[in-house]
C-alpha cells in the first residue's frame, strides 16, 4: 500500500469496510449485477452513515471530511461494488457543485432534500453533447420570475432515482456563454425519465434518460450568474473526474487483491503459477499502476483541499488512473485464464466495470485536450532554458 | 430511565496483531466486539422509552478515551473516563464508585465478556459491589411495566425472567445487530469533552472471598505422549477409537 493513513483514515476506512461486509455480500451484488438494477434499498444504511454527506461541511448536514479522506473511504467502498459507490459520489458531486456555484441557501437548500436519504444527479449530457459539452440545447427560456426547462439529458447517473438535479440549459445562443446551471427539484411538474439504460458494467449504478418538459423553476433556482452554467458544469467535472479516478483505483485494488491470491493457489506444471515469471510480469505491473494511481489521486485530492479547482490535475488524474485500469484488469482476467471470463469469478465484472471509465467525466481523448491547452497557457511568455 | 453501558477498547482483532513488550498490539484500538451489543441494548431500551431514556458509557483503562468515543459515534450521549491508579485489582469498586456518584443509573449494560481477555468476572463482581441484582448471558430485554424483562442462554436452556432496577446486566453478542456509526456522529465524537471520573483507591481486593486450592503440578488423570500415533493408542485404551479415512 503506497498510503500512509493516519489513525483517522483507518477509523474511517474500518467503517466503509464494516458497512460493506454486510451490505454489499458477494451474493447481493451478484443479483443485482445480473440484473442490472440499482438497489436504492440497499442504500438506507448507507445514508444512515451519511456516506452521501462525507465531505460536506456540517453546517450542511455532511460529516466534513477533507477530499483527501473520502477518496480514500470510496475507494475502499469500490472494491465491493463500484456502481454502488459512484451513486453516492454523484449525489454529493451534485451538492457539491451548488455549493460552488451558488449562494448558501441554495446550497442549504439542495442538501435539506438530499441529507435524510435522497439521491441526485447532475444532467448536463445530451444525444449530441457529451464531450462537447458546449453544444448543449436543452433551453432555459426566461418568463417573469421564472425559467421554462425543456430538453432532453441523456446518460445521468441516478438519473430515475434522483430527488433532485443540477441542469445545465441553454439560455442564450453564444456558445459555451449562453449556458446556465440550475437546481431542479424532481416534485417540479412536466420531469419524466427514460429507460434504464442496460450497461456493459457499474449495473448497480441507475443510468437514464431525464426528460425535461417546460419545467417551470424559480429563478432563484439558477446557479450563480446567467451564462455561467459552462463554469459550474466545468468546475463540477474536476472533481467529479477525481473522484471516478479514486472509484478505479478501488476497481484496481480488488483486481490485484483476486490476482495474487489466485496466482498463489493456482498450481500449473506442479507449482502455483505465481513463480512464473510471465504471471509475476502482470502482477508486478497491476501492483506498480495501483500504487502510481493511489499516491496521484492522493496528491491531487489534497490540492482540493488546499482549494485549487485541480483542471489540469483532476484530467490528468482521470487519464492516467483509468488508463492504467484499463491493462489491470485486462492482466487480471489473463492471471485467472479460463475462469477469468466466467462470471462465476469476480475479475469478470471488474473487466465489464472499467471500460466506462475512460468514457464518462469527458472521454480520456478530450482530458488529454485539456491537460495539453492547461500546459499551454501555463508556458505562455515562459522562457525555458537553463 | 437512565442507562450506564459498560465498554472497553481492545486491540483490533481485523488486521494481524503483534506482540509487543508481552502486550498484543495492532497500532489501533477499537470498540470491544461485546460491548457494541451492551450498548445498542441500551440504546434500543432508551428508545423504547418514548426517547426519555439517556444512555452514558463508560470506561476504564489506558484505552479507554478510544471506547468511548466510538460509544458516542454510536449513539451515547455522554460518556465517562474513569480514572484509576490500580489495574485488575478492585476494578469494579472502582466502577462502582463512578456508578454511584455520577448516577443515578437505572440499568448498567455491558457485554457478557471482553474480546481481549474473556474473564467474563466484571459483570458479577460489580453487581456484588453495588449491591445490585445481576443478570447474565442475556440474550433479549425489554420492559413489562417498571421490570425489566429478559431471556438468558444458560447451559441448561434458555432462562426467562424479570428483574426489578437498578440491576447489571450482561449480555450475550446474539441479543442484537449493533448498529453502524455515522461518519458526521463520528466526526463530533472526536470533539466531544469526554468527563473524566477520579477513583479513590479501592482498599477491597475482588478475589478475597475465594478460597484457592493448589493445584498438582502434575496428575494421574493426565497422559503425556511424544506422538501421535501414541495418542491413538492412548485414546484407544480408554475406549476411543478413531475412525480411519
Redesign the interface.
Known amino acids: 500500500m503506497a498510503l500512509l493513513y493516519t489513525?483517522?483514515q483507518?477509523?474511517?476506512i474500518?467503517?466503509v469496510q464494516?458497512?460493506a461486509d454486510?451490505t454489499l455480500t458477494p451474493e447481493v451484488v451478484s443479483k443485482y449485477d445480473h440484473l442490472g438494477q440499482c438497489p436504492v434499498e440497499l442504500f438506507k444504511?448507507a445514508f444512515?452513515?451519511?456516506?452521501h454527506?462525507?465531505e460536506i461541511p456540517?453546517e450542511y448536514?455532511?460529516?466534513?471530511?477533507p477530499y483527501s479522506t473520502t477518496a480514500m473511504v470510496f475507494s475502499k467502498l469500490a472494491e465491493y461494488d463500484a456502481g454502488y459507490a459512484i451513486t453516492l459520489v454523484s449525489t454529493f458531486v451534485a451538492l457539491r457543485s451548488v455549493m460552488l456555484a451558488g449562494s448558501a441557501d441554495q446550497a442549504r437548500r439542495f442538501a435539506d432534500i438530499i441529507e435524510p436519504g435522497a439521491f441526485a444527479a447532475f444532467a448536463l449530457s445530451e444525444s449530441d453533447a457529451g464531450t462537447d459539452a458546449g453544444s448543449v440545447k436543452s433551453t432555459a427560456t426566461r418568463d417573469g420570475d421564472d425559467y421554462i426547462l425543456t430538453g432532453e439529458k441523456t446518460f445521468i447517473t441516478n438519473g430515475s432515482i434522483a430527488n433532485v438535479y443540477v441542469g445545465i440549459f441553454r439560455t442564450a445562443d453564444t456558445g459555451n456563454k449562453g449556458l446556465s446551471a440550475f437546481m431542479i427539484e424532481r416534485s417540479r411538474e412536466g420531469i419524466s425519465v427514460g429507460a434504464h439504460e442496460d450497461k456493459m458494467g457499474l449495473r448497480l449504478s441507475d443510468t437514464s434518460t431525464v426528460n425535461f418538459d417546460h419545467v417551470r423553476v424559480p429563478a432563484s433556482n439558477r446557479l450563480g450568474d446567467e451564462g455561467a452554467g459552462f463554469k459550474v458544469a466545468m468546475n463540477s467535472l474536476n472533481l467529479s473526474r477525481a473522484f471516478v479516478a479514486t472509484l478505479a483505483a478501488g476497481i484496481m485494488q480488488r483486481a490485484l487483491d483476486e490476482s495474487v491470491s489466485y496466482a498463489r493457489i493456482r498450481s500449473q506444471f506442479k507449482r502455483p503459477i505465481i513463480r512464473f515469471e510471465a504471471v509475476q510480469e502482470m502482477l508486478a505491473d497491476m501492483a506498480i499502476a495501483l500504487e502510481t494511481s493511489q499516491v496521484l489521486i492522493h496528491n491531487t485530492m489534497t490540492m482540493m483541499d488546499q482549494g485549487n479547482l485541480v483542471r489540469k490535475e483532476g484530467a490528468m488524474t482521470k487519464t492516467y488512473v483509468t488508463d492504467a485500469l484499463q491493462r489491470v484488469v485486462t492482466d487480471a482476467v489473463q492471471v485467472f485464464g479460463g475462469y477469468g471470463v466466467s462470471k462465476a469469478y469476480p475479475v469478470e465484472k471488474l473487466m465489464r466495470d472499467s471500460k466506462v471509465f475512460q468514457i464518462f467525466e469527458g472521454t480520456n481523448q478530450i482530458q488529454r485536450v485539456t491537460i495539453a491547452n492547461e500546459l499551454d497557457k501555463e508556458y505562455a511568455g515562459k522562457e525555458v532554458g537553463r | 430511565m437512565k442507562v450506564l453501558v459498560l465498554v472497553k477498547g481492545v486491540v483490533d482483532p481485523g488486521p494481524q496483531p503483534s506482540l509487543s513488550e508481552g502486550r498484543l498490539t495492532s497500532g489501533d484500538v477499537v470498540l470491544d466486539h461485546y460491548g457494541k451489543y451492551a450498548l445498542e441494548a441500551g440504546l434500543q431500551l432508551a428508545q423504547d422509552q418514548d426517547d426519555q431514556g439517556s444512555v452514558t458509557a463508560a470506561s476504564v483503562g489506558p484505552d479507554s478515551e478510544t471506547a468511548l468515543r466510538d460509544a458516542l459515534a454510536l449513539g451515547a450521549q455522554d460518556a465517562i473516563e474513569v480514572k484509576t491508579d490500580q489495574e485488575n485489582a478492585g476494578l469494579a469498586d472502582i466502577l462502582a464508585q463512578a456508578v454511584n456518584k455520577e448516577g443515578p443509573f437505572d440499568l448498567v449494560l455491558c457485554g457478557d465478556q471482553a474480546t481481549d481477555d474473556s474473564q467474563g468476572v466484571l459483570p458479577a463482581q460489580l453487581a456484588a459491589a453495588l449491591g445490585w441484582p445481576l443478570v447474565d448471558a442475556v440474550d433479549a430485554l425489554g420492559f413489562v411495566g417498571p421490570r425489566l424483562c429478559y431471556t438468558s442462554l444458560l447451559d441448561k436452556g434458555a432462562v426467562k425472567g424479570t428483574v426489578q432496577l437498578p440491576a447489571v446486566v450482561s449480555v450475550l453478542d446474539t441479543i442484537n445487530k449493533p448498529r453502524l456509526p455515522s461518519f458526521r456522529l463520528k466526526m463530533a465524537a472526536k470533539r466531544y469533552q469526554i468527563k473524566e471520573f477520579q477513583a479513590e483507591s479501592s482498599q477491597k481486593d475482588p478475589l478475597e472471598k475465594l478460597e484457592m486450592e493448589e493445584v498438582p503440578a502434575s496428575s494421574k488423570e493426565v497422559i503425556m505422549v511424544d506422538s501421535v500415533d501414541d495418542l491413538i493408542r492412548a485414546l484407544d485404551q480408554v475406549g476411543i477409537r478413531l475412525k480411519k479415512e
Open positions: 489513525q483517522e483507518r477509523e474511517f474500518r467503517m464494516e458497512f454486510q444504511p444512515d452513515m451519511g456516506l454527506m462525507l456540517e448536514g455532511g460529516a466534513g471530511l
